[in-house]
């Protein structure tokens, strides 16, 4: 236990990390929100899109942005920060007066796992809210039919139709994303606008060429009263383009948590894969534990050799974890859904690997 307590080279530790690593972070956000403001430029002039909505649609994704670059910050942040101390032979006193490589790495990383508290509640809260904001000012854009009403799913008007379907989801239909519509209604009215018919199906799939009700119960109103019939399925002649409708589904992996299980249950519940639902699901449950471990193997740059080196050194090794971290995850993600490796393994497989790894240098240098 006394090894775990606070002391003051802890403090010292941490705030030169902390301070490096919010630097690089707004700095790596920042940039990445530049580059996307330049891109929505190009859309200026097209459907009344103006500057004024291309610099909302950038403010309104910049927690999005903030929590994917949290893990990269914190590799260059940390190394910029050790690096520092190294610098200046404060790491090499540190390492005379006895504190271990481990202990030096465990104050770095503690200051992570402060963070990581307020940018997973930012993954699960405002970033969630801000990218459904945006993928609405995009399809609002590209289609004026079709609109996202945020908890009453999505509406679209079809002719003398209004349709609204609760859930939308993508899911894996030979290799390739397919959209199903999932307790959908449909409101015929006359050119007065009173109330014709009204159907309810249970789902509405796309098969390439035509959509398609499943589960389909239809009510008809006219003035001896209403008559209701019930079918297994029917084509359903309707103006939705798949492709736009795909483009108006807020991708998984920006989706919060609760969302994401809710489309998991509802997939398996009707024998269904949960496909890229599961894999998001369990990216952003592992979220925490993947940047620590990667936190702690990129801390061993800071030592040795890093003593000597310069600033643009310890950046360059920074970049280099951070590409490697990302092809290694994605690498391991891809191997897993293709040979049926459960999600949950497949995205634990890459804080295994780097876990082994800085259990090995620590071992040896301990």
Known sequence: MRALRLRRVDWLIGTTVLGSLLTVWI??????????????????GKNGFTVADAALYVLVTFPRRLYENFGYATVIGGLLGLGSLAGSGELTALRAAGMSQLRIAASAAGVVAVLIVGVVILGET???WGDQKAQAMQLAQRSGGLGMAGSTGLWARDGDRVINAKRSLLKEVDGHNQVELADVRVFTFTPDGQLTRF???KS????????TLSQVRSTTLDATGTHSTTVASEPW??????RVLEQSLVQPQYLPMRDLRRNMRYL???GQSPGVYAVAFWTRALYPLNVLVLVLCAMPFAFGSLRSGGLGK????????????????????????VYGVPPMLANLLPALVLASIAWFYFRRHR
């Open 27 to 44: 700095l790596i956000a920042g940039l990445d929100a530049l580059l996307q403001f330049l891109r929505q430029l190009g859309h200026v």
């Open 126 to 128: 405002a970033a969630p």
């Open 199 to 201: 159907d309810w199906a």
């Open 204 to 211: 509405a799939t796309h098969d390439g060429r035509q959509w």
């Open 237 to 242: 002649s309707v103006r939705l383009n798949p």
């Open 268 to 270: 398996e519940a009707n």
């Open 314 to 337: 310890r950046i360059f090794i920074g970049i280099l974890m951070a590409i490697a971290w990302y092809f290694l995850q994605q690498a391991l993600i891809n191997f897993g859904t």
